[in-house]
């Protein structure tokens, strides 16, 4: 499950993002830049405010020399925030300072950034993970100048997490994010999704916070079960206090696309047929070894049956995104070689199914450069009654529908 982590700069911001039932508050100055660093007695007025009822992370400034940033991290690890977060320097320095932050990262829960924008170096993950690190997280260093979609595609920000999981860190995706991109980046599996300019007013990232624009990110995300050793469900009693609108129970943990915007029993039968058309990319696929080492032509047409939503306006949270069916094409092909467009179809048609309000699909997939024309394979699958269920992005957790013992 997707984390939904709010930066913010004080503790009415803090008490706005509650209220609106982010899950990770994180303290950030904005108005000094991708990651600048709140002063210590605001940090630690945040965490009193907040009370235990969600975790709070606070960003550190370090300094390349070993001792002063192992201080930063202490002091504000000593205000009892979760985890500390910080930018990992694109200097040769990285790899030694990584090595001795290393003992203060069994005691702290350390998370370093790294600037896609800037070309990060991802083979410290390795590095990080040896030392102890809690986690890695995605950034963009240059706000507005690019979201982070712009500088990583989908199936980059996919083999990011999946490499982070492989090392047993957390993975966490930001960099002046949308609310569009929020089911785009599900699919993913990242840990934490961030945000700052998209909860503020005019989106502008060192503006007041505003709480309207909180609660359409919140219900992009699935969200009240907390995963993690240090992320944990809040109580009832803690979800009446901060005004959450969301019941932990009866949510859709959709590979695909979060919550399913809104609950089941808001559906009308109407049904909405989302498609993209004659979509060619180049694809390396074929059994024959002359097929491989090269790119073949392939085009997808895929139309998606949508259960509507019995809700009118233009608001993103009635909206099955058909630039969730590229995503999945796009993570699909990332994989490497396929040796058969029957093996597309197939992973396509299971992706785009495990969205809840998804009825049915046609997937057709055709290789152009085999003969004059096309060759490949069309089919059509439905959702079944047994597939209805909850659909877990983790293996081994309690269904949501479930009562807790």
Not at 67 to 94: N, S, W
Not at 198 to 214: E, M
Not at 316 to 338: C, E, P, T, W
Request: charged share 25%; aromatic share 4%.
């Amino acid at each position: 499950m997707t984390l939904m982590l709010t930066s913010v700069s004080s503790v009415a911001e803090a008490e706005i993002v509650l209220a609106g039932g982010a899950d990770v508050i994180d303290c950030k100055d904005a108005s000094r830049g991708a990651l600048g660093a709140l002063p210590l007695a605001e940090i630690a007025a945040i965490v009193a405010a907040v009370a235990g009822r969600r975790p709070v992370s606070a960003v550190v400034e370090l300094s390349h020399d070993p001792e002063p940033a192992r201080r930063a991290i202490e002091e504000a690890a000593a205000l009892g925030v979760a985890f500390v977060k910080f930018a990992l320097p694109a200097t040769p320095d990285a790899e030694a300072l990584i090595v001795a932050l290393a003992p203060l990262a069994q005691r702290v829960r350390l998370v370093a950034v790294l600037f896609a924008d800037l070309g990060p170096d991802l083979e410290l993950l390795p590095r990080l993970a040896r030392a102890g690190f809690a986690g890695a997280l995605l950034d963009t260093a240059h706000k507005g100048k690019g979201r982070l979609l712009e500088h990583f595609d989908i199936g980059a920000l996919s083999s990011f997490v999946e490499r982070c999981h492989a090392l047993g860190l957390e993975a966490g995706l930001a960099g002046s994010l949308e609310a569009p991109d929020v089911p785009r980046l599900l699919v993913t599996g990242a840990e934490v999704i961030g945000f700052r300019g998209a909860l503020c007013a005019g989106h502008d990232r060192r503006s007041a916070i505003d709480a309207q624009a909180v609660a359409l990110i919140r219900d992009l995300i699935p969200g009240d079960v907390i995963a993690g050793d240090v992320l944990r469900a809040p109580s009832a009693a803690s979800r009446a206090e901060t005004k959450s609108p969301r019941p932990a129970a009866n949510v859709d943990w959709s590979l695909v696309v979060g919550r399913g915007f809104l609950e089941s029993r808001e559906r009308s039968r109407e049904i909405d047929h989302i498609f993209v058309r004659d979509l060619v990319i180049p694809v390396e696929i074929g059994a024959y070894d002359f097929e491989r080492g090269r790119t073949q032509r392939v085009r997808f047409n895929v139309d998606v049956d949508v259960t509507r939503v019995s809700v009118s306006g233009d608001d993103m949270r009635n909206v099955f995104s058909y630039d969730v069916i590229m995503d999945a094409i796009k993570m699909i092909l990332a994989s490497g070689h396929i040796e058969l467009v029957e093996t597309i179809a197939e992973r396509l048609a299971e992706l785009v199914l495990r969205h809840e309000r998804v009825q049915g699909v046609n997937v057709q997939v055709e290789k152009l450069d085999v003969a004059p024309g096309a060759v490949g394979v069309r089919i059509r699958r439905e959702r079944q009654a047994e597939t209805a269920k909850v659909h877990h992005l983790f293996p081994g957790l309690p269904d949501a529908a479930e009562p807790k013992s």
